[in-house]
Structure formats: structure tokens, C-alpha cells
């Protein structure tokens, strides 16, 4: 039998690419280790929002901003993002995210994002989701400040409005401006009521020094919110320092957990989990191989100096394991004793919380966590998603799908 041409069989896959045919194989796990018995919550994945950018942008207040946008769009079809070099897609090798935009749909209208997250969410056996937008992870870096200000408020009444106020099972932490102090605290006050939104974050490809008393009224206004802050992190070959790597794989493997370690030394060092005590903070894909590693630094350094972090009442390494982290990218276990060490320094059977982060290349199946033969039973819920649904105050039962109806409604 003859075999279709590289371009023949291109355009196969793309007449036959469907998520659920896709994730055949995660829903038969799914299905063999019985998820809908218990709830599963993913606190990290995408969605592809630039299939909507001149919908978005209409809800940029700023006229001039807004026909900008609209302008490059339509001319170029270039959004306002400033460039990401990197291989995160493998040179073309996986196409899930580029194909994903021509599967099919039964709404071409914001509906659609809600339609595709809820068509791998099922296979995987996902109860909830949180959801993020994709590009939006370089925009700390865009040089105009206003233009990061002007899209991600836009951003959040988009979401807020046609996805997050119509499907229960989708949430988000919304994106904070960072480089604007007085936009982000806006968006908080504006947002942190709306449903669906569990939280906020900040994206930590930036150079922003988290400690900075700019920041102050904000932390204090989602802390009397009972909002959770999150960082997540990314990559930027562009930096000095990634710029000495000829390989993306080296980019990758340090660049996620590098952004998370400058911010959360910062936070802790001057001393903002004494200040703001009820502010949770979560720590978005790094893996954990990194979070024991700054623990055992930063408890050295200040037992040597911690005339340098006056604010301090306990060791780093405590504040540290009241905070939240993500699961993805789980490192794999070749290390049995490290990896067990690791998720007990961490205090996982409570903090640790459980993602996806799909469609991107390295995402997450639920079985990384479920397993792991260390973990008791409890502890794979709980990381699956009680740890997650008790932070975000969402509602712990699963959903499944009702047999008369067939729509998904709460298991119990």
C-alpha cells in the first residue's frame, strides 16, 4: 500500500483532527482508574484566544489603542504581543494547537473556546479548569505599558463576559498588568467578584521587583478579597542570560523555574508574607524539582545573614510551604527517594495542586499524579483537585453527565 505524500497526509489530519479522537487514549484511562468517582481540577491551561482578537479588542476603552489593534490585525493579521523566540510547537512536529483552529464547532463565537475545553476536559476527566490565554505570557514585556494595561483589561471583560458568565465548569485567575500597579489593582476591584473568577495572576516574564511599594495597595486589596495570587512562569530566549543556550531544551529546562525562583526570593526576603499573612500565593508551571532546592538556599543565606530580612519571623523554607504550587511540568520519576522528598518538603498532600496544561506540547495527563505508588489515596485526591477546589472555593463535588438529559450536572 502506498503511503500519502507529507502534504497529502497534512491534509488528512486536518479534515479529521478532532480533540476527542485525539485524546482516545486519556479517555480510556480515564475511564480504567474511575476519575468521575472523585473531582479533578486543572489550575493551568490554555485556550486560544487569538481566534477572537478583533472581538477583544473592541473592548479596549482606549479609541486609539483599540484602532491600533484593530489596524495590525486587519493589515497584517499581527496581534500586539511583542515576539517569543522558541520551538515550543517542535518545529512543526506537533500541530495540535495550529490544527485545533480549524476543528470543528458548533459556534464560531467566543462559545467555541468553552466547546473545545470541554471536549478534552471530558476525555481527560477534568471537572473544572482554569482557564489562561496563550500569547498573553510574553505581553510583561512589551515596551509600552499602557498597550499591556489597554489588552489584558480588555481581555478580562471578554473572558468574564462570554465564557467565564456560561459555563460553570470553566474558571480563570485573571491576567494583572503588572508593569501598570494602579491597572492591576483596578482589575481586582473590578473583577474579583465576577463568576468564574477564582483568582489572579501575574506573568513572570517581567522585570518587575515584586516588593516594590507600588504593589502594596494591591496585595492588600486581594488579600481583604480572599483572592489568590498566582505567578506563571515562561521562558525568554531574548534574555542575556538564555541568549548563552543554542538549544530550546536548555531554555526550557531552566527558564520556567528560573522566573518563578527570582520572584518568589524577592517576595519572601522583604518580607511580604509577614505583611500580607492571608494572601495565598500559587506557583505555576515550574515542576517541583526546584522548590526544595531554594528552600535549603534560602534557609542558609538567612541563617547567615538575616539581619538582611528584618521582617522575618521564621525560616524562608516555612513561608515556602504555605504556599501553592502546580504539578506540570511533573519531572519524571527515575528517582524514586528524591521525588518522595521532594513532594514531602512541600507539604504536597495540601499545596500541591494539580495541571494540565494542555493543548501545549508538555502537558499533563491526571495519571502523573494518580500514578504515583508513593501517594496514599487521599493524597492523589487531594492533589487532583480538594487542594484546588479548597483555594479556590469552588465546589468540591465532580460532575458527570445525566442520562435522561445528557448534560453534566454535580455527581452527589
Known amino acids: 500500500m502506498e503511503l500519502p505524500s507529507s502534504t497529502e497526509a497534512h491534509r488528512l489530519s486536518v479534515q479529521e483532527f478532532d480533540t476527542t479522537k485525539l485524546l482516545t487514549h486519556a479517555a480510556a484511562q480515564a475511564a480504567e482508574r474511575r476519575y468521575k468517582e472523585f473531582l479533578i481540577v486543572d489550575i493551568d491551561s490554555h485556550h486560544q484566544e487569538s481566534e477572537h482578537l478583533a472581538d477583544i479588542y473592541t473592548y479596549i476603552d482606549d479609541p486609539v489603542i483599540r484602532q491600533t489593534a484593530l489596524s495590525f490585525l486587519k493589515t497584517m493579521g499581527r496581534d500586539l504581543m511583542p515576539g517569543r523566540g522558541g520551538y515550543q510547537d517542535m518545529a512543526g512536529r506537533i500541530t495540535r494547537s495550529f490544527l485545533r483552529r480549524l476543528e470543528k464547532t458548533a459556534d464560531r463565537g467566543a462559545k467555541r473556546n468553552s466547546e473545545l475545553a470541554l471536549r478534552w476536559m471530558d476525555a481527560m476527566g477534568v471537572d473544572y479548569t482554569c482557564l489562561f490565554p496563550g500569547n498573553m505570557l510574553s505581553l510583561g514585556l512589551h515596551p509600552q505599558i499602557e498597550i499591556e494595561a489597554a489588552l489584558a483589561e480588555a481581555y478580562n471583560r471578554w473572558l468574564c463576559e462570554r465564557i467565564l458568565a456560561h459555563e460553570k465548569r470553566l474558571v480563570s485567575m485573571l491576567y494583572l498588568p503588572f508593569n501598570d500597579p494602579e491597572a492591576s489593582y483596578r482589575i481586582v476591584t473590578e473583577f474579583a467578584d465576577k463568576p468564574g473568577v477564582v483568582g489572579f495572576l501575574v506573568t513572570s516574564v517581567r522585570y518587575n521587583s515584586v516588593h516594590d511599594n507600588a504593589y502594596m495597595r494591591l496585595y492588600s486589596a486581594l488579600e481583604e478579597r480572599g483572592k489568590p495570587l498566582a505567578f506563571h512562569a515562561a521562558y525568554n530566549w531574548d534574555s542575556r542570560y538564555m541568549e548563552q543556550m543554542n538549544r530550546f531544551i536548555s531554555v526550557h529546562a531552566l ?3 528560573y522566573y518563578n ?5 524577592n517576595w519572601i526576603i522583604n518580607g511580604l508574607p509577614e505583611r500580607f499573612p492571608k ?3 500559587m506557583w505555576i508551571e515550574g515542576g517541583v524539582a ?5 528552600m535549603q538556599r534560602l534557609d542558609n543565606e538567612y541563617m547567615m545573614r538575616s539581619s538582611e530580612a528584618p521582617l522575618l519571623k521564621r525560616l524562608p523554607s516555612d513561608y515556602m510551604r504555605e504556599m501553592y504550587y502546580a504539578t506540570q511540568p511533573m519531572e519524571l520519576v527515575r528517582n524514586r527517594k528524591l521525588m518522595v522528598a521532594s513532594l514531602e518538603a512541600i507539604d504536597a498532600d495540601t499545596q500541591l495542586c494539580f495541571s494540565t496544561d494542555y493543548p501545549h506540547w508538555d502537558f499533563d495527563l491526571p495519571s502523573t499524579v494518580y500514578d504515583l505508588p508513593f501517594l496514599s489515596s487521599q493524597a492523589k485526591r487531594n492533589i487532583l ?9 469552588i465546589d468540591a463535588r465532580p460532575w458527570k453527565k445525566d442520562a435522561a438529559s445528557g448534560k453534566m450536572v454535580y455527581a452527589g
Not at 261 to 265: I, Q
Not at 290 to 294: A, D, G, R
Open 255 to 257: 527558564g520556567f523555574p
Open 261 to 265: 525562583m527570582l520572584h518568589m526570593t
Open 279 to 281: 494572601l495565598k500565593l
Open 290 to 294: 526546584w522548590i526544595p532546592f531554594l
Open 385 to 393: 483537585g480538594r487542594n484546588a477546589a479548597q483555594l479556590f472555593g
